[in-house]
């Protein structure tokens, strides 16, 4: 299979511990997604790289939320002293440069924090 | 931040009917785009709209970029079983990287 992998798929944690998911885009796509989706909406961006370059942050990305892409392939997302309200489904999707509006997801890591 | 008015929020069909939703914004968007998305999954691109008036078709499905640019519409014909899931309309706004996203579009379908 091709397509945007995430890991893990599924993640609970207890309040106040750090978690990292790993996201690893289509194999010549040089840009890289981040998003957050809640139960009943659709996802909202949280940030992009295009190749390591991290280029654009949300304001929903607090200063809790890190994002790297250390090589330009593969990305990571950590989330430090998570809170309730973290709970969601972290979507990473990725699009070649020239082509940027197309976005391909992954099937996501859905995170809770009890 | 951006709004996309998806509508409707919910539908309840037969097999084998057709299925229309739209979705609407007070912005000019220079990409649309529309997924669907299964439980626990992410969305899946059904169709990528770049210019205005543009009609594309994708199997049983046609979706429109509308010609204000400010609109779109899925279509979907001859229901199937297999449609059943939440639709996403999403759009580009001209410099943007990021896509904006819709309230979604539950499909339910009665066998």
């Known amino acids: 299979d091709t397509g945007v992998s995430q890991d893990p798929r599924h993640k609970i944690t207890k309040r106040g511990q750090n978690v990292t998911f790993r996201c690893d885009p289509i194999s010549e796509h040089n840009r890289l997604y981040w998003y957050r989706q809640t139960l009943g909406q659709g996802p909202e961006f949280l940030t992009y790289?295009?190749?390591?370059?991290?280029?654009?942050k949300s304001r929903l990305l607090s200063n809790r939320f890190s994002a790297e892409r250390p090589k330009g392939s593969f990305s990571t997302l950590e989330i430090q002293r998570t809170e309730q309200g973290d709970s969601a489904m972290y979507l990473c999707?990725?699009?070649?440069?020239?082509?940027?509006?197309?976005?391909?997801f992954g099937p996501g890591t859905r995170l809770t924090v009890l | 931040g951006q709004q996309l008015n998806q509508s409707p929020q919910s539908m309840f069909i037969q097999e084998g009917e057709d299925v229309s939703m739209n979705c609407t914004s007070s912005?000019?968007?220079?990409?649309w785009l529309w997924y669907k998305q299964d439980p626990g999954e992410g969305p899946v691109l059904l169709i990528a709209l770049y210019k205005a008036g543009e009609l594309t078709s994708n199997g049983r499905l046609t979706a429109q970029f509308g010609i204000t640019r400010k609109d779109s519409f899925l279509n979907i014909s001859a229901s199937i079983p297999s449609d059943v899931g939440i639709y996403f309309c999403a759009g580009q706004l001209k410099g943007a990287q990021k896509l904006v996203f819709g309230q979604g579009t539950r499909l339910t379908i009665n066998p």
């Open positions: 912005s000019i968007f220079n990409t």
């Open positions: 790289f295009q190749n390591e370059a991290q280029l654009e």
């Open positions: 999707a990725s699009s070649l440069h020239r082509d940027y509006s197309t976005q391909y």
